[in-house]
């Protein structure tokens, strides 16, 4: 293996070579020369590995190579700690492994939202049109119509609350002329600020296998809104937001138990894990976690708790890995933030602090199985269900519910919907109706409440069947 190295391919090479299958059928003159070098090293490679260690050796270390290339992000645990003023770095765990960021997203979406508040190019009182394309959006939604409008502090209030899917696209359409559009502006900001290992697709964080981010980005992103955009970072602390009849919570639920958090963002899909950014001040000082691949909304805010108290409690210097300096607004027109305070050298960490590292990492493994496992048994559930035509994508940690029924026509799905709604009452206050229409010439109409948390749904069904109406508790995620 010395005195070798592996010649600089494209994607399409590289993997035919290491399959030992024709990729293209033509070659430049360039492309065969590299071709040649690189067969070249794998025969000596081939040579070398038998020699030393035998066939079976080879052949795992070109599986790995090959597995290597092609695998995408994943729902990996990442965790990241930082001081929002001087950009130290209390805490820090697989931060550049790149995560599907999910409603995580739309901090992004209202960063540029707010970009267009100060240059004046909108203001919180215009109404933005909504499209078809963004009023079908899957949950979490505010429900909105093609057609209709919204003003933009309600669009920024169902974002930050409700995390509104349809409420996303719309702000993207609006600002980007189409969602894609937005989304390349998206990925332009995340580069201007710093993002290296951040691309988005879309407004809202629903599935994209293309679209993804990193702990040490979303601590980047989270520092630039707070320090750019301090005069709306209030609407990330609004604790509940009322529209069309119906009150929504926000579902950043460490806001009401952990003392000092003011904000940020969570978010969930199936291929994410429980993801979080938290903003929490106390005593002057402010600090900004993240974490990636959480097994449940409820594990991982205690995790978030757990990594921030031992942040403010951690003497500084005590991280080894350095954050990039404020990300200033390059076009910002209000006054540039105070330059950051000067880094302090870091510090080797000490063995408490390495003992407890250890520790983490052995319960981040076992988090990380179950939460395969978890996985595993929700797709075969979808499956089984044929819900197809109810994928509710991101939601959160909201993507429970309920279902009352299945019935033969559409206005008595509604009804039963409606009675159970009201039976209810505030428990359900939060959910969305959902009519899932099956495929085929007999399928039916499946009467469901979603939007709803795994135990709220449980005791929605429990109160119901003592009331003798069928219920049954459904994974609408």
């Given at each position: 293996m010395r005195g070798h190295s592996i010649p600089t391919v494209d994607m399409p090479e590289r993997i035919s070579y290491c399959c030992g299958v024709p990729f293209l059928d033509s070659?430049?003159?360039?492309?065969?020369?590299?071709?040649?070098?690189?067969?070249k090293f794998l025969s000596?490679?081939?040579?070398?590995?038998?020699?030393?260690?035998?066939i079976p050796t080879l052949l795992l270390t070109l599986t790995l190579f090959f597995v290597a290339l092609v695998v995408p992000a994943q729902a990996k645990y990442a965790a990241m700690v930082v001081d929002a003023d001087s950009g130290e770095v209390l805490h820090a765990a697989n931060v550049d492994q790149q995560n599907y960021p999910a409603s995580l997203t739309k901090m992004m979406t209202l960063y540029l939202l707010f970009d267009a508040l100060d240059r004046g190019q909108i203001r919180t009182?215009?109404?933005?049109?909504?499209?078809?394309?963004?009023?079908?959006?899957?949950?979490?939604?505010?429900?909105?119509?093609?057609?209709?409008?919204?003003?933009?502090?309600?669009?920024?209030?169902?974002?930050?609350?409700?995390?509104?899917?349809?409420?996303?696209?719309?702000v993207g359409e609006y600002l980007g002329g189409s969602e894609t559009g937005f989304a390349d502006m998206m990925?332009?900001?995340?580069?201007?600020?710093?993002?290296?290992?951040?691309?988005?697709?879309?407004?809202?964080?629903?599935?994209?296998?293309?679209?993804?981010?990193?702990?040490?980005?979303?601590?980047?992103?989270?520092?630039?809104?707070?320090?750019?955009?301090?005069?709306?970072?209030?609407?990330?602390?609004?604790?509940?937001?009322?529209?069309?009849?119906?009150?929504?919570?926000?579902?950043?639920?460490?806001?009401?138990?952990?003392e000092g958090t003011d904000g940020i963002k969570t978010g969930y899909i199936g291929a994410?894990?429980?993801?979080?950014?938290?903003?929490?001040?106390?005593?002057?000082?402010?600090?900004?976690?993240?974490?990636?691949?959480?097994?449940?909304?409820?594990?991982?805010?205690?995790?978030?708790?757990?990594?921030?108290?031992?942040?403010?409690?951690?003497?500084?210097?005590?991280?080894?890995?350095e954050l990039a300096s404020m990300p200033l607004q390059q076009d910002a027109d209000e006054t540039p933030a105070p330059a950051p305070a000067a880094k302090k050298k870091p510090q080797v960490a000490h063995a408490e602090t390495r003992a407890v590292m250890k520790a983490m990492a052995r319960s981040q493994q076992a988090r990380q199985v179950a939460a395969a496992k978890t996985a595993k048994v929700s797709r075969a559930k979808a499956a089984a269900d044929d819900d197809d035509d109810d994928a509710s994508g991101d939601a959160d940690d909201d993507n429970w519910g309920i279902q009352v029924g299945a019935y033969s026509q559409q206005a008595k799905a509604r009804q039963a919907v409606a009675s159970a709604k009201q039976k209810l009452g505030k428990l359900v206050s939060d959910g969305s109706v959902s009519i899932a229409h099956g495929k085929g010439r007999h399928a039916t109409y499946r009467a469901r409440l979603i939007g709803l948390p795994e135990d709220t749904a449980r005791e929605a069904c429990r109160r119901l069947s003592k009331s003798r109406v069928a219920c049954a508790v459904i994974n609408a995620g």
């Open positions: 070659l430049s003159a360039r492309q065969q020369d590299v071709k040649l070098k690189h067969q000596e490679f081939h040579v070398a590995a038998v020699m030393r260690r035998g009182v215009d109404r933005i049109p909504v499209s078809s394309h963004a009023a079908a959006q899957a949950p979490s939604k505010l429900g909105l119509r093609p057609g209709q409008t919204i003003s933009v502090e309600d669009a920024i209030l169902g974002i930050c609350t409700k995390s509104a899917n349809d409420a996303a696209v719309t990925t332009r900001k995340a580069r201007e600020l710093g993002m290296r290992g951040t691309v988005f697709r879309n407004a809202s964080g629903l599935p994209n296998k293309g679209q993804h981010s990193t702990a040490r980005d979303m601590a980047t992103l989270a520092r630039a809104l707070i320090h750019n955009h301090s005069r709306y970072y209030h609407y990330f602390s609004t604790q509940q937001f009322s529209y069309n009849g119906e009150t929504m919570r926000n579902h950043n639920h460490l806001m009401e138990w952990y994410s894990g429980f993801n979080l950014v938290a903003s929490v001040k106390r005593d002057g000082r402010r600090l900004v976690g993240v974490i990636f691949g959480g097994e449940s909304a409820a594990s991982r805010d205690r995790h978030m708790a757990q990594l921030l108290d031992a942040a403010f409690a951690r003497a500084p210097g005590s991280s080894n890995v």
